[in-house]
């Protein structure tokens, strides 16, 4: 008897996690990770942020990284006008929205060509019909955790609210993600969950990560 190949009875393949590390601003640690190549790299251009890389940044540098690694700008309530001038100083591929962003405010970078990333903070109240409006005006919506700051708390949410999200818009992991997590996240049982973003618990300082410890959750996910 021949043996039927077991593929012959998966209907979808399953997809690889798309992986964002975020907050990155001393050049030879975003050098250290790009060498990695994660699909995302995170610059947080929110003044109260400890992460924040404003001035920090040397745009010839940033613009310069490889174009196989989407660099991602995060706002936090931003006029248009500075996420503009900011994306276009560091040629940034897409924009990360941790604030009160409107869904016309989404969709007018959307049409400016920008990979819109629009951030939501979870708890275990957490209505998924806020999204409702959004639907078609970004590309990810990012699931993070409530907490004190806009983001970046360094704590996971109660991940079985995800089982109320029934909308179409794919959407990536984050908040106080760990290499401890990696198993649960990759069990995959979110159908629309398409990549993780990690920052605080990779790090050495804020703003500066742990490279080796980073190199890990990367090859967890490949
Ligand atoms: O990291 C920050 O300081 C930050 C500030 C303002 C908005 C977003 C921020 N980071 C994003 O927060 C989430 C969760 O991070 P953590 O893993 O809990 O540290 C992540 O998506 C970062 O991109």
Known sequence: MTAIPVSTFLKTEPTTLQVKVCGMREPENIGALVALQPDYIGFIFYRKSARYAGEKLNPEYIKHLPATVQKVGVFVDESLENIRTLTKKFCLQAVQLHGHETPEFCSQLKQAGFLVLKAFALDDAFDFKI?????????????????QQHGGN?????????????????????????????????????????????????????????????????????
């Not at 999204?131 to 907490?147: H, I, R």
């Open 154 to 222: 360094g704590i996971t949410f109660n991940w079985d609210i995800l089982e109320q999200y029934h909308l179409n818009t794919p959407f990536f992991l984050s908040g106080g993600l760990d290499l401890e997590h990696a198993p649960a996240i990759k069990a995959g049982r979110w159908p629309q969950l398409r990549g993780i973003d990690i920052n605080s618990r990779f790090e050495l300082e804020p703003g500066l990560k742990n490279i080796s410890k980073v190199k890990k959750m990367l090859k967890a996910f490949r």
């Open 131 to 147: 999204l409702e409006p959004y639907e078609g005006t970004c590309d990810y919506y990012l699931f993070d955790t409530k907490g």
